[in-house]
């Protein structure tokens, strides 16, 4: 089993900037990379920003050049640093973790307001 909890989120305004945190315990040496996905209300799920156990990063273009995704392996923390923040940017944001043997597992989320 792996544990993700998500912290950081908040209200900003348009501009600002946020950092979230994922937190991961339990079975996590068999996890092959972390993301974080965001919801809108009535939308779906979309992925935001992967990183690989080696470090290797990828972004959804709505959000490449703003959002930074990074690891802090001593700490089994994932970080979302998201600047220049846009109204569109409201969305609950989830960690992702997937696991080689066991699948994949999501924290409980947490809510980002971007007031225009």
């Known amino acids: 089993q792996v544990q993700l909890v998500e912290s950081g989120g908040g209200l900003v305004q348009a501009g600002g900037s946020l950092r979230l945190s994922c937190a991961a315990s339990?079975?996590?040496?068999?996890?092959?990379?972390m993301a974080w996905y965001r919801q809108a209300p009535g939308k779906q799920r979309d992925l935001v920003a992967t990183?690989?156990?080696?470090?290797?990063?990828n972004y959804a273009d709505s959000v490449k050049g703003r959002f930074t995704i990074s690891r802090d392996n001593a700490k089994n923390t994932v970080y979302l640093q998201m600047n220049s923040l846009k109204p569109e940017d409201t969305a609950v944001y989830y960690c992702h973790a997937a696991h080689l043997l066991q699948g994949d597992y999501w924290g409980q989320g947490t809510q980002v307001t971007v007031s225009s």
């Open positions: 339990g079975s996590i040496a068999s996890i092959r990379a």
């Open positions: 990183i690989t156990t080696g470090g290797s990063t």
